[in-house]
């Protein structure tokens, strides 16, 4: 059980243009998702928190208009990258817990290259 | 800010010897730690963890060791296999807050 999906696996787009990334829970309601980010060889980067119905809250330096985050259901948080830059290319990666939230499921990434 | 660091950014060892990864936390507050293990473009995958009133938790041929005083981690992996060749991440947080640190990582290379 627990199994945390994204969609899509990997995206190609063009500078300006925008992402969205999917992230669902298929078996079971979570109470928050979140959001990081990775670049190669470096750890993952904790973007920013949301739960169901509710703002997100963003890390540091995350710029929530360049990065929106919807969560409109217990199983569904998207993440929309607009006016996507080459810097921007990463691997990004949502996560959902339940519960006391002490363990958190991954998904299994979504690679962003923009071109 | 509060940080979670590794000693070893790449361990070598010998397929069916024993590996041992290291981690070093720096919040005190702390209360939960998790292992996890990331393949190449794959989401990290978790191993085991333990919570800050243990000092020892053990699952199938893991074995993740809490110290406290020093804030150390470790993960030991028993009779390694090439199946176990990853990425190894701690991470902290504090129950209930949902929020984890994840450390640098350290590079797990099984050699046939």
């Known amino acids: 059980g627990a199994v945390v999906s994204q969609h899509p696996s990997w995206v190609i787009c063009k500078s300006g243009t925008s992402v969205k990334i999917e992230c669902r829970s298929l078996?079971?309601?979570?109470?928050?998702m979140f959001w990081y980010r990775q670049f190669p060889k470096q750890s993952l980067m904790l973007m920013a928190t949301s739960n169901e119905g509710s703002k997100a809250t963003y890390e540091q330096g995350v710029e929530k208009d360049k990065f929106l985050i919807n969560h409109a259901s217990l199983t569904l948080s998207t993440l929309t990258v607009t006016s996507a830059h080459p810097e921007d290319s990463s691997f990004y990666i949502c996560s959902a817990s339940f519960g006391d939230g002490t363990e958190a499921f991954f998904g299994q990434g979504t690679r962003l290259t923009v071109v | 800010g509060e940080s979670v660091g590794l000693h070893l950014p790449t361990l070598s060892v010998q397929e069916g010897d024993n590996s041992i990864i290291n981690c070093a936390y720096s919040?005190?507050?702390?209360?939960?730690f998790i292992w996890y293990k990331q393949e190449s473009g794959k989401g990290p995958q978790f191993i085991i963890d333990?919570?800050?009133?243990?000092d020892k938790r053990q699952g199938q041929r893991v074995t993740v060791l809490l110290n406290k005083t020093v804030k150390h981690l470790s993960l030991q992996i028993a009779a390694t296999q090439p199946g176990d060749s990853a990425v190894y991440f701690c991470a902290e947080g504090l129950s209930g807050t949902y929020k984890y640190i994840f450390g640098t990582g350290t590079r797990l290379k099984v050699l046939a």
């Open positions: 333990i919570r800050s009133n243990m």
């Open positions: 919040n005190s507050a702390s209360d939960y």
């Open positions: 078996d079971f309601q979570a109470t928050t």
